[in-house]
């Protein structure tokens, strides 16, 4: 989905390539979970999405729709995303730990994070989101191998 904005607001102005090292890892974040609460209906998901996690829930399309998925219009287009618990406005994956119960098959979205993606003619660069994670330590991490996260694993 494209948005137009100003770069500099959200980032540190850098954009990396995918052989770039970037202070990117959250050490798999040590149930901080900040960033699965609050998130409104910005969690949007694609085909692949959704294959993983029909695949790893072991649910149905149908059965997620009935309390992990909502259906959203955004640009005119119909798009499903994870659907917040009322209370709290908390991912319905998070567990009583603070931990993500579908971490092995979680979103594209959630696999890049806190990286975001700018899209150019010739391919995709990546930012660091500056606002969006609350881990201030977060270890250097080759943009490949975050790319590589949102390709598809066994499940």
């Known amino acids: ?32 979970s900040a960033c699965c609460r609050g ?57 009583v730990y603070g931990r993500c119960s579908i971490h092995a098959y979680r979103p594209g979205i959630c696999r890049l994070f806190p990286l975001g993606r700018y899209y150019e003619e010739n391919g995709i660069k990546y930012f660091i989101q500056i606002h969006e994670c609350a881990r201030k330590e977060r270890g250097k991490i080759k943009n490949k191998k975050m790319a590589r996260n949102c390709k598809l694993e066994s499940v």
Not at 11 to 24: N, W
Not at 52 to 59: A, E, F, N
Not at 69 to 88: A, F, H, K, W, Y
């Open 39 to 95: 998130m409104g209906d910005s969690i949007k998901l694609d085909p692949m999405d959704i294959w993983r996690l029909k695949k790893g829930v072991g649910k149905e399309f149908t059965a997620l729709m009935e309390q992990e998925i909502e259906l959203g219009i955004v640009d005119g287009m119909i798009l499903p995303n994870v659907r917040m618990t009322p209370e709290g406005d908390v991912c319905p994956f998070l567990d």
């Open 1 to 32: 989905m494209k948005r137009n904005i100003d770069l500099n607001e959200i980032s540190d102005g850098r954009l990396y390539s995918s052989g770039d090292m970037v202070k990117a890892d959250c050490h798999d974040c040590a149930g901080c």
